[in-house]
């Protein structure tokens, strides 16, 4: 007998679930990589998409969609997406090995923030002063959570260091992922979940290969460890992730996101002795506050075009 399929968001305490466990893997990932030390962003952008493959593949087996996941008649947005996705990994995967861990992660939530910003300049999207003011201020959040690592307007110079281009590096990673999770939005209104998260690894994964020419560090037994579960650790928190939006409304299940930033800190604290400064703190709840706000205010006018969707049809 087949199983049966229940509509998206009727099992709400599911969905909370599977998204906090797909967080929580999501930072032991981001936490093997911070331990494997200072490896080049494009190796560990190929360990990450790579291993993350057999995860997806074994999923795939067992839904017998092994045959035809690749199957499309986009392969050009899936290559687009893919470079765009990697550019975003490489910078975000630098940053995570020059910052520590919580400041790493949290610098990461600018990009609901961009999102708002590309759709507007990009999309023409009608953005109205509630969501513009939330950008407005989460990015205030950001800049205080930068402040200490660029320096700007101390003695010191300028954007120097290795933090200060890790924090740059992590901006950029932001708002390059805004870019990809537009191109997603597309890619979702014709094509599977597994097609597009298949796509992207394995595209990640030949892009990773590029880098070789450019310099792979030789690796220690541990470091490889390290690297290889953080690629299956990301496959199944993909996993974990997608499933999560099966069981519940995305306006319910977004905000648990942020429980990242609580692990990044007891994490960061732990295992590499990252003590959260005040900067960190106050910036974070900044920016969790504002992307929260976003997240409110789309279910809100998700619920108004919904309604306005069943009066219309009645009126005619």
């Known amino acids: 007998m087949s199983p049966t ?5 009727d099992r709400p305490v599911t969905g909370i679930l599977l998204k906090v466990l797909s967080v929580v893997i999501f930072v032991g990932m981001s936490a093997c990589i911070k331990a494997a030390g200072q490896v080049p962003a494009g190796q560990i952008v190929f360990f990450r998409s790579f291993f993350a493959v057999f995860p997806i593949l074994v999923l795939l087996a067992w839904r017998r969609e092994l045959a035809t996941a690749l199957v499309t008649r986009r392969p050009l947005n899936h290559i687009a997406r893919g ?5 975003s990994m490489g910078l975000g995967f630098f940053a995570l090995t020059r910052l520590p861990l919580p400041e790493a992660i949290t610098l990461n939530y600018a990009q609901p923030l961009l999102v708002v910003v590309i759709s507007a300049i990009f999309l023409s999207e009608s953005i109205r002063i509630y969501r513009w003011t ?12 930068s402040w200490p690592r660029l320096t700007l307007f101390s003695g010191e110079a300028a954007i120097s260091g290795p933090e200060a281009a890790g924090v740059v590096a992590a901006l950029v990673a932001a708002a390059i992922s805004a870019v990809a999770l537009l191109l997603v939005r597309n890619l979702v209104t014709t094509e599977r979940t597994a097609t597009i998260v298949l796509w992207f690894s394995l595209t990640a994964s030949a892009a990773g290969l590029l880098t070789i020419p450019f310099g792979w560090a030789s690796l220690t037994a541990t470091q490889a460890a390290f690297l290889v579960s953080a690629g299956i650790c990301g496959g199944i928190a993909q996993i974990f992730m997608t499933e999560s939006y099966r069981h519940a409304e995305a306006s319910t299940v977004a905000p648990f996101e942020y429980t990242s930033i609580v692990l990044g800190v007891i994490v960061g ?7 959260p400064s005040a900067h960190m703190l106050i910036g974070g709840a900044i920016v969790v506050g504002a992307g929260i706000f976003i997240i409110w205010r789309e279910h809100r006018l998700g619920i108004a075009r919904a309604t306005a969707r069943k009066v219309t049809p009645s009126q005619n």
């Open 83 to 87: 470079v765009v996705g990697v550019s």
């Open 134 to 145: 939330a950008v407005v201020v989460g990015l205030v959040g950001v800049v205080i959570i």
């Open 5 to 9: 399929h229940s509509p998206p968001g």
């Open 269 to 275: 604290y732990v295992a590499f002795g990252d003590v």
